[in-house]
C-alpha cells in the first residue's frame, strides 16, 4: 500500500468516498509527517488534537453519506489566514501572541466542506517576501536541495509550499499579491493558483495590499487545485470586493481538449537576463500545447516593463496604511515601556520591535509615496500605469484565450543568497502584472533545471475564467509529465 | 423674503474697521442603528466599549461594509440642502495614529463626495434673510474618545463612537458675523431634524461644528484663518467667533500675522487656544480606500429618497405665511423646530373641524394663542412640547371656545392654567367654574346703563370729547360682570349710549 501522504486530493477522496481509508488515518499520516519534518519549520502552529477532532467528524460524514470533495482531507493553512482560537501570526513578532475570534471566510469555507487543519504555515512576515526568509519565526526550507546548500522555497506562502512538496499535507492556503503563490509552487514542484481578484473573501486574511490580495490553493496537481479552488471561493457579503458570480464545477473544466484555444505568447517576457534553460523550457511549454491542438499567438502586453516599479509602489502604499492598526494599543505586541513615556514613544518602540526589516522599508516605501508632495509623483502615476497594465491584457484577451509564460526568472537559490531587496523584487517579475490586472494564474511544474531544480511555467487567464486556465494547465501537467520529487533529508 | 440683505458686523480696531469671514463644517451623526461600516449599535449613553464590532476595533483581517442606511440618510440630506447628488462618489483613508483611532486612518470621502455644491436660506434679526452656499457633504466614520481622567498614569479608550457614521456638512466662507453663523447651524440643525437624517443633539456629541474664521479690511482678500475645532452648542460657536476675530484683530493692529492652525475653545473662559500649528498638522496621506467599491446609484434611487423626504421648512413656512396668513415672526418661530410645526398643523386641523371655519381666518389667533399662552403656561411649569400634558386637540377644544364668543380671552387664560395641571376637557373646566361669557345684549345694557348712572361725572368727561374714559367703563363693566361680559359687545354697547 502506498503511503497515505503521497496520496492527491483526488485520491484520497475518492478513497475516502469508498471507505478503503479513514480521514482519521490520512490525518494521522499528516501529523506524522509534519512532526517528522520540523527541520524544514515549515508550521508556525502545529494543530494535531484539533486535526484528529475534526478528521473524526469527517469519518462521521463519510459514514453518513455526507461528504463534499474535500471532506477528510488534511490542509496547511497558510499563518495569514484568521483561524478561531488558534494563533494567527502572520510570520511576525507583531502578531506573535494574536489568537483571533473569528475565522476567515476562506478557511470557514474549507471546514464547511469537511477539511481538516493539521497546522498554521510559515510565511514571509505579513506576506512580504519572495523567499520565506523575512519570517520572524525563521526561514523555511525548502524540501528541494541544492547538494548540502539549504535552499528558499519562495515566498510569501513558503510554509504552505514546502507542505505539498514535502509530502505533508493534500494541500494549502496560500495567498498571492505579487506572486506569494505562483513563485514559490515554481521553486517546489507544485501547483499554485491565484484565482481572479474578488473570486475568494480576504474577510479574515491579515491584508498586506488589499487591491491585490488573492487567496488560492497550493497543491501537487492541476485537478487537487480545481477541487480546492471550488472549497475556498465564494461571494462573501462580508468583503465588499468579492464578486457574487457562480462557483462552476472546476474539476469538470479539466476536459483534456483544449484544441482551437488561443494560447498568448507575450514578446515583453522575454529578456537576456532570464536565463536560457528557462526560455527553453517556456518554448518546450508552447510545443506541448500546440501538439495538443491549440493555436499559439504572438502578443504584446506593453506596458510589461512597468508592472515591477508600479507594484512596488501600490503595495507598499496600501501595506502602509493597513499595517498602521498594529499599534500596541488594542492586541499583539506592545514594547515595554518606562514610566512616563507618551503615546508616540509607545507606538515608536512598539512598531519598531514588532515588525521586521522588509516589513518596515515597505512601510516606509508606502508612507513615502503616499506623502503630500509625492503622491501625484508617484501613486497617482502608478495608479495610471495600473489602468494601462489591465488595458494591455484586455486588449490581448480579445485574440488570446490565456496566456503562457515562465512563472519565474530562475529557479530556488540558497538561503541567504539574496541580500538586495531590488534583486528579491524581480523575483516577481513575471508574476506581478497579473496581479496588477487582478487576473488568474497558476503554476505548474514544468521541468527540472540544470541543477535539478524545479521549474514552473505560468498560465494566465481572462477574469473569472479560471475554468480555461485550469483546462490548459490540466493538459501541459499531462504533457510535462512532472515526476520528480525531492530526497526525502529532513526526516 | 429671499432677498438677500446682510445685517453689517464690523469690529471697530483702532486702525479702522474689520469684517470678519466665517466658514463651518458641521459633523453630524447619522441616525441609524448600525455604524458607518459596521453592524454594531450606535447608541448613546452604553457601556464603554459595549458597542464595539471587530471591524470597529480594526482587528487584522476585518473588513468594512457599507450601510446603505447612512447612504441614504446623506442622499436625502443633500436633498434637502438643495444640493447636487454625487452618483458617483468613493470612500478616501485618512492616515493618522491615534490610540482611539483603531483602524490607523478614518474612513472619510475627500476627492469625491456624495453630495456637492447646495444653499440654505437662515433668517436673521429683523426679517432679514441670508443665503449660505454649502460646499460639499461627505460620509466618514467617527473616532473613539480617550479619557485622561480616570486613572493617574493611563488614558483610557472607549471605542462606542468608533465607526459611528458622520455626515460632514461643510459650509463656504459665507458667514459674515456671529449670528449668522448661529442663524446657519440652527438652521442646518432644524433640517436634519425635519428629514431625520440627525437628531441635533449637540450636547450629546451628535452634532458639533469645526469653525473657521479670518478677518480682513471691507474689499481685501480673505486673511489667514484659523479653525476651531469641535465647538458643541450653537451659542459656543458664536462666542468662538467672536473672541477669534477680536483676537486675529489684535494681532494685526500690533503689526502681527496670522498664523494658519487649529484652535479649541475653552466654554469656560470664552477663549480659543492653539492646538496644533500648521508645522504640526499632519500630512493625511489620503488615497482610495482599497477595502470598498466606489459608491454609485442611479436617478432611481435618488427619486425615492426625495419622495421621502416631509415638507421642508422653508415650504412650510412660505405655507403658513401665504395661505394661513400667519404673522411671518410667528410663522418662523413655529417651523423653527419640527415639532412645534407639527403641533400647530394638528392644532389647526382640529380647529378647523371643531369650528367649521376657514384655516386663514382662525390660524393667525391660534398661532398666537400658542406661542404666547400655550408656551408661556408650558415654560411656567418647565415643560416643553414633546411633554406637553394638553393635546393639540384639547387645545383647539380650548381655542374653539373663545373664536364662538363662549369665554373671554382672559378666561382662556385660567382654563390653560387648569387644563396644564389637571389635564381635564376645557369644556368641563368652563361649565364649572362658570367662566362663559355674557354676550346676551339686554342683561349687559341694563349693566352698562347702571354704570352710567352710578358715574355721571365720567359720562360728562367722554362727552365733552375725553374718550380714554371708555376703558374705565369696560374695567367697570367686566368687574360687574365678573369678567364674564363678552368685550366686544360691551364695546359696542357702551360707544352707542355714551354717544348719548
Not at chain 1, 509602489?313 to 493597513?322: F, K, L, Q, R, T
Not at chain 2, 458617483?88 to 453630495?115: T, W
Amino acid at each position: 500500500m502506498t503511503d497515505l501522504t503521497d496520496l492527491t486530493i483526488a485520491e484520497a477522496r475518492d478513497k475516502l468516498a469508498a471507505r478503503e481509508i479513514s480521514a482519521r488515518d490520512l490525518t494521522k499520516a499528516a501529523i506524522d509527517a509534519m512532526e517528522g519534518a520540523r527541520a524544514l519549520n515549515a508550521f508556525v502552529t502545529e494543530t494535531p488534537d484539533r486535526a484528529l477532532a475534526m478528521a473524526d467528524e469527517a469519518d462521521k460524514r463519510l459514514a453518513s453519506g455526507d461528504a463534499q470533495p474535500m471532506t477528510g482531507i488534511p490542509v496547511a493553512v497558510k499563518d495569514l489566514f484568521c483561524t478561531k482560537d488558534v494563533r494567527t501570526t502572520a510570520g511576525s513578532h507583531m502578531l506573535e501572541p494574536f489568537t483571533p475570534p473569528y475565522e476567515s471566510t476562506v478557511t470557514a469555507n474549507l471546514w464547511a466542506n469537511g477539511a481538516v487543519m493539521i497546522g498554521k504555515a510559515n510565511m514571509d512576515e505579513f506576506a512580504m517576501g519572495s523567499s520565506n526568509e523575512s519570517s520572524y519565526f525563521g526561514a523555511v526550507k525548502n524540501p528541494w536541495r541544492l547538494g548540502d546548500t539549504d535552499l528558499v522555497p519562495g515566498g510569501s506562502s513558503g510554509g504552505s509550499v514546502a507542505a505539498i512538496a514535502a509530502r505533508i499535507a493534500q494541500g494549502a492556503t496560500g495567498s498571492d499579491t505579487g506572486g506569494s503563490i505562483r513563485q514559490p509552487a515554481a521553486f517546489t514542484g507544485t501547483v499554485g493558483l491565484k484565482p481572479t481578484y474578488g473570486r475568494c473573501s480576504r474577510y479574515g486574511m491579515v491584508a498586506f495590499a488589499s487591491s491585490l490580495d488573492q487567496a488560492g490553493p497550493l497543491t501537487r496537481t492541476v485537478r487537487d487545485s480545481a477541487i480546492m479552488l471550488g472549497a475556498m471561493a465564494g461571494y462573501d457579503a462580508k468583503d465588499s470586493t468579492s464578486v457574487d458570480t457562480p462557483i462552476p464545477d472546476y474539476e469538470k473544466a479539466l476536459t483534456g481538449d483544449i484544441r482551437g484555444l488561443k494560447i498568448g505568447i507575450p514578446k515583453e517576457y522575454h529578456s537576456d537576463d532570464t536565463p536560457k534553460e528557462i526560455e527553453a523550457l517556456w518554448q518546450q511549454g508552447k510545443e506541448w500545447l500546440r501538439e495538443a491542438g491549440a493555436e499559439i499567438v504572438d502578443i504584446s502586453l506593453p506596458h510589461t516593463r512597468f508592472a515591477l516599479p508600479t507594484y512596488y509602489i501600490v503595495a507598499p502604499a496600501e501595506a502602509s496604511s493597513n499595517l498602521a492598526r498594529y499599534d500596541g494599543v488594542r492586541y499583539g505586541h506592545r514594547a515595554t515601556l518606562e514610566k512616563g513615556d507618551d503615546l508616540n514613544e509607545m507606538y515608536e518602540a512598539t512598531r519598531a520591535e514588532g515588525f521586521g526589516a522588509e516589513v518596515i522599508r515597505r512601510i516606509m516605501i508606502g508612507t513615502y509615496v503616499l506623502s503630500a508632495g509625492y503622491y501625484d509623483a508617484y501613486y497617482l502615476k502608478a495608479q495610471k500605469l495600473r489602468t494601462l497594465i489591465a488595458d494591455d491584457f484586455h486588449k490581448a484577451y480579445e485574440k488570446v484565450d490565456v496566456i503562457l509564460t515562465p512563472t519565474t526568472p530562475n529557479p530556488a537559490f540558497a538561503v541567504g543568497a539574496k541580500l538586495d531587496p531590488i534583486a528579491m523584487y524581480y523575483n516577481d517579475v513575471f508574476t506581478v502584472p497579473a496581479s496588477l490586472a487582478g487576473l488568474p494564474g497558476i503554476s505548474v511544474p514544468a521541468g527540472l533545471s540544470s541543477d535539478g531544480l524545479p521549474l514552473g511555467l505560468q498560465i494566465l487567464g481572462r477574469a473569472f475564467d479560471e475554468e480555461t486556465v485550469l483546462k490548459v494547465a490540466d493538459v501541459m501537467e499531462q504533457a510535462a509529465g512532472f515526476t520528480a520529487r525531492p530526497g526525502v533529508w529532513w526526516k | 423674503m429671499n432677498k438677500d440683505m446682510s445685517n453689517k458686523y464690523i469690529i471697530k480696531g483702532a486702525t479702522g474697521d474689520w469684517e470678519i469671514v466665517v466658514g463651518l463644517e458641521i459633523h453630524a451623526q447619522v441616525t441609524s442603528n448600525a455604524k458607518l461600516f459596521s453592524g454594531a449599535s450606535t447608541e448613546f449613553g452604553s457601556e464603554p466599549n459595549s458597542n464595539v464590532s471587530l471591524v470597529d476595533a480594526a482587528f487584522p483581517g476585518m473588513l468594512p461594509v457599507i450601510n446603505g442606511e447612512c447612504v441614504r440618510q446623506a442622499v436625502r440630506t443633500g436633498l434637502a440642502l438643495g444640493a447636487e447628488i454625487n452618483k458617483f462618489s468613493r470612500f478616501d483613508r485618512k492616515n493618522y495614529f491615534y490610540a482611539d483611532l483603531p483602524q490607523g486612518y478614518q474612513i472619510s470621502q475627500f476627492a469625491h463626495p456624495i453630495v456637492g455644491e447646495g444653499e440654505v436660506v437662515v433668517e436673521l434679526e429683523g426679517g432679514i434673510t441670508k443665503t449660505i452656499g454649502i460646499e460639499r457633504l461627505h460620509l466618514e466614520q467617527d473616532a473613539g474618545k480617550s479619557i485622561h481622567d480616570q486613572h493617574p498614569s493611563f488614558t483610557l479608550v472607549d471605542l462606542n463612537r468608533s465607526g459611528v457614521a458622520l455626515m460632514e456638512i461643510v459650509s463656504k466662507p459665507d458667514m459674515r458675523s456671529p449670528e449668522e453663523a448661529g442663524a446657519y447651524l440652527r438652521k442646518i440643525r432644524t433640517l436634519l431634524r425635519y428629514i431625520g437624517s440627525c437628531d441635533g443633539n449637540m450636547e450629546q456629541g451628535s452634532m458639533r461644528a469645526d469653525v473657521n474664521v479670518s478677518v480682513r479690511r471691507s474689499g481685501e482678500p480673505f486673511g489667514t484663518r484659523c479653525e476651531i475645532k469641535n465647538v458643541n452648542s450653537v451659542r459656543f460657536v458664536m462666542q468662538a467667533i467672536d473672541y477669534e476675530a477680536r483676537r486675529q484683530v489684535d494681532i494685526l493692529e500690533d503689526g502681527g500675522t496670522i498664523d494658519q492652525e487649529t484652535r479649541l475653545f475653552d466654554p469656560g473662559k470664552g477663549e480659543t487656544r492653539s492646538m496644533r500649528s500648521k508645522e504640526e498638522a499632519h500630512d493625511y496621506r489620503y488615497f482610495p480606500d482599497p477595502d470598498l467599491l466606489p459608491l454609485e446609484f442611479d436617478d432611481a434611487f435618488i427619486d425615492e429618497a426625495r419622495e421621502s423626504l416631509p415638507e421642508l421648512p422653508d415650504a412650510k413656512l412660505a405655507r403658513f405665511v401665504g395661505e394661513w396668513g400667519l404673522p411671518a415672526y410667528n410663522a418662523a418661530t413655529l417651523v423653527g423646530e419640527k415639532e412645534s410645526a407639527l403641533w400647530f398643523e394638528d392644532l389647526m386641523g382640529h380647529l378647523v373641524k371643531q369650528t367649521g371655519k376657514p384655516a386663514e381666518a382662525i390660524a393667525s389667533r391660534a398661532s398666537n394663542w400658542m406661542l404666547s399662552d400655550l408656551f408661556g403656561h408650558l415654560n411656567k411649569v418647565g415643560k416643553s412640547l414633546t411633554d406637553s400634558p394638553v393635546s393639540a386637540e384639547q387645545g383647539a377644544k380650548l381655542l374653539a371656545l373663545v373664536l364662538d364668543d363662549t369665554i373671554s380671552g382672559s378666561a382662556a387664560k385660567d382654563v390653560l392654567d387648569d387644563m396644564i395641571e389637571t389635564g381635564r376637557d376645557p369644556a368641563v373646566i368652563v361649565e364649572e367654574k362658570g367662566l362663559k361669557q355674557v354676550s346676551d345684549t339686554g342683561a349687559l345694557e341694563a349693566m352698562v346703563d347702571k354704570i352710567m348712572e352710578a358715574n355721571p361725572a365720567q359720562v360728562a368727561q367722554f362727552r365733552e370729547g375725553k374718550t380714554k374714559v371708555l376703558g374705565f367703563f369696560v374695567g367697570q363693566v367686566m368687574k360687574e360682570s365678573r369678567g364674564q361680559a363678552n368685550p366686544a359687545v360691551v364695546n359696542k354697547i357702551l360707544a352707542e349710549k355714551l354717544k348719548g
